[in-house]
């Protein structure tokens, strides 16, 4: 039959040019575009199937055949899907513009990934990336065997097939690669590709291998001799009876090769899934050596179809909070054909060490990286996953053992939820395990921690700091001790960000015990006493006060100190002396937040210490007095250490000490030269009731 030739519609031209003329590094795509629209003819002639048995009769077997023929530098995909009329491939192929046509175009022109051809609808022309002519032999139940053809060049032609074999039913796509891209007709490049990218399609994709076989063959002897020669030979194989010689030859077959052997698990029922199949799926979806820690495989129904296995890992991977790393492990599929692997809507970052996959079946395969952000299927999707990893590591939580390896691994990513999803902060705060003045080695859960609360206890207390070590014998733990409060120590740096975010568990307010406004439940005569107190020591307040000036806001009376003679304590809105530490240790931070942020310091005494005793019977005494200024200044800077500050001028701290232990040591410091902070007299003799006192209390 004679050949027909057709012009390409103009923005196909167009599209088909911008192709072959520009250079793209990830030419491999076609592939993954070529195998989806195979799957896709194989879904359609199944699906009338349903309704038509007979429709499989031209050919029974589904699948996809790729065939390299190095020889020629041709590349066959085959599949035996429903295949294409004459009007098709006039109609698909070229004449009609289909709606991505122009979009996919814009969107190149915009910066864009060629990868995202097939989300357009225009995966066919990917084809032309690596090839500069190709051939589509196609038979459909309803029509001849066809070959549509074209190099690009404006047109192509359609000839009724009278020289191919007959397909019987289905497509085969042959491209004539260009001389630069014959690394695709290699067998580890091809499997790499379908491996990466359509390993779970539905049916099986062959690949044609050669494979070479030896053989063993009787060696024939060359006649080659004369007539007495060949008589001379045949009487000595009577006489030495030889056997006839053997050689081995490599023979060469073509057999073809399952590539997507693995099954996608999701699709299957999990009461059928064993234990090792999970973890050779998650070792394979992950490049993992060691096994997964849980597994959660689900299937949404409803208005919206998507089925997912979501993994915690053994363990937390190294670069878990790296800002270049790719966003998230979980792969996004649409009716089991790869769409993309860092979708940062699908999971919110806290859950970012969770791997696993999604396949969605109402997602549209041409969906763009700037649809998924405004697509509401989406939305219900995430939403849904967060659901399943909180169930998933609530049943983590109901084994104690494994529960403290995953909170080992991933306790910062619970706290960073805790800090960043509002939603589901009640529900992460049950998953938090801290160290406490009653938990011993064993970390306890705030549910826990309530359970032993007294009943005169209205709120959780807990302190932040830079070590366990440094708070557990913290001064402002005292009076709680003595009344047997617990206290939690919050000791990882992310805990003040939490913290700050998950104002109360239970009905039960979080109070921080190194913040000003500590309410300690007291009764009258507790009450009475302590107001007396303040009135009596008002006036060393106010002197203290005047000495500091603003290094403080203000001086009072504690009622959270029971032994320590002072202590610092921080505003209730601003940071604690734990997070100044962590916020003037970023490398990149903002110094002018500091100011603002950073919390004006009330100072506290203990009017039971007598160090401060002493001192009001000083003040009481003579309000001039040299040596409390000397000793409020030391006494200041003891407090700013012992409350987690850092002392601005060490030098001015180190002098103060030196001077102490002179006068400890009876050193006489007449000879000694004036130092050079005139602001600091020098102390009494060592018969000063105050400097006795202070030995004393050493």
Avoid at 132 to 153: F, M, P
Avoid at 229 to 256: C, L, R, S, V
Avoid at 390 to 412: P, R, T
Wanted: glycine share 4%.
């Amino acid at each position: 039959m004679s050949t027909e030739t057709f012009s390409f519609q103009a923005e196909i031209s167009q599209l088909m040019s911008l192709i072959i003329n520009t250079f793209y590094s990830n030419k491999e795509v076609f592939l993954r575009e070529l195998v989806s629209n195979a799957s896709d003819a194989l879904d359609k002639i199944r699906y009338e199937a349903l309704t038509d048995p007979s429709k499989l009769d031209s050919e029974k077997e589904l699948y996809i055949r790729i065939t390299p023929d190095k020889e020629h530098n041709i590349l066959s995909i085959r599949d035996t899907g429903i295949g294409m009329t004459k009007a098709d491939l006039v109609n698909n192929l070229g004449t009609i513009a289909k709606s991505g046509t122009k979009a996919f175009m814009e969107a190149l022109s915009s910066g864009a990934d060629i990868s995202m051809i097939g989300q357009f609808g225009v995966g066919f022309y990917s084809a032309y990336l690596v090839a500069e002519k190709v051939q589509v032999i196609s038979k459909h139940n309803d029509d001849e065997q066809y070959i549509w053809e074209s190099a690009a060049g404006g047109s192509f032609t359609i000839t009724r097939d009278t020289v191919n074999e007959p397909l019987g039913r289905g497509t085969e796509m042959r491209l004539f690669m260009k001389e630069d891209q014959l690394e695709y007709l290699e067998e580890k490049k091809i499997k790499e590709i379908i491996k990466k990218h359509s390993e779970f399609i539905g049916y099986p994709i062959q690949l044609a291998v050669e494979k070479e076989t030896e053989k063993e063959v009787e060696e024939d002897e060359e006649e080659e001799v004369k007539e007495e020669g060949a008589k001379i030979e045949e009487i000595e194989d009577e006489d030495d009876k030889k056997e006839k010689k053997k050689k081995t030859i490599k023979e060469k077959t073509i057999e073809n090769e399952e590539l997507n052997k693995t099954k996608p698990l999701w699709t299957r029922n999990p009461e059928d899934i064993t234990n090792e199949e999970y973890a050779t799926f998650y070792k394979s979806l992950t490049n993992d050596w060691a096994d997964h820690m849980a597994v959660k495989h689900f299937a949404i129904e409803g208005q919206l179809e998507f089925r997912a296995i979501l993994f915690v890992p053994g363990r937390a991977p190294f670069d878990m909070f790296e800002t270049k790393k790719k966003r998230n492990n979980i792969k996004l599929y649409v009716r089991r054909v790869f769409i993309m692997d860092d979708c940062e809507d699908l999971i919110p970052e806290w859950l970012n060490f969770i791997k696993g996959i999604v396949d969605s079946e109402d997602l549209p395969l041409n969906i763009s990286r700037e649809m998924l952000q405004q697509n509401k299927i989406l939305k219900v999707i995430r939403k849904n996953l967060v659901k399943k990893c909180l169930e998933m590591f609530a049943e983590i939580a109901e084994d104690k053992e494994q529960f403290a390896k995953f909170y080992e691994a991933f306790a910062k990513n619970i706290k960073l939820g805790v800090h960043e999803d509002a939603q589901n902060r009640n529900k992460l705060a049950d998953l938090l395990r801290y160290h406490s003045t009653k938990s011993s080695d064993e970390m306890t859960s705030l549910k826990d921690y309530v359970t032993r609360m007294p009943e005169k206890q209205k709120n959780i207390y807990y302190i932040t700091g830079e070590s366990r070590t440094a708070v557990e014998n913290s001064p402002f733990l005292e009076v709680l001790k003595k009344k047997g409060y617990e206290v939690l120590f919050m000791v990882d740096p992310i805990d003040e960000y939490a913290v700050a975010q998950l104002k109360e568990f239970d009905g039960k307010k979080l109070v921080s015990v190194t913040k000003e406004g500590l309410e300690l439940e007291e009764d009258d005569d507790e009450k009475a006493a302590r107001e007396a107190e303040e009135k009596s020591y008002e006036g060393l307040c106010t002197q203290i006060k005047e000495i500091l000036g603003d290094k403080v806001e203000k001086v009072l009376i504690s009622n959270r100190i029971s032994e320590s003679p002072c202590v610092l304590v921080t505003g209730a809105f601003g940071w604690s002396s734990n997070m100044e530490r962590i916020m003037k240790a970023q490398a990149l931070r903002d110094s002018s937040m500091s100011s603002y942020m950073a919390s004006k310091k009330s100072l506290e005494l203990n009017p039971k210490n007598p160090i401060i005793k002493t001192l009001k019977a000083k003040v009481d005494a003579d309000k001039n007095d040299k040596t409390v200024k000397d000793l409020t200044l030391l006494m200041y800077d003891v407090a700013l250490i012992v409350s987690g500050f850092s002392i601005e001028k060490t030098d001015v701290f180190a002098d103060r000490i030196n001077r102490m232990i002179k006068l400890g040591l009876a050193i006489d410091e007449e000879e000694e030269e004036e130092t050079s902070t005139s602001d600091m007299p020098a102390l009494e003799s060592e018969e000063n009731p105050v400097s006795s006192e202070m030995e004393e209390v050493d």
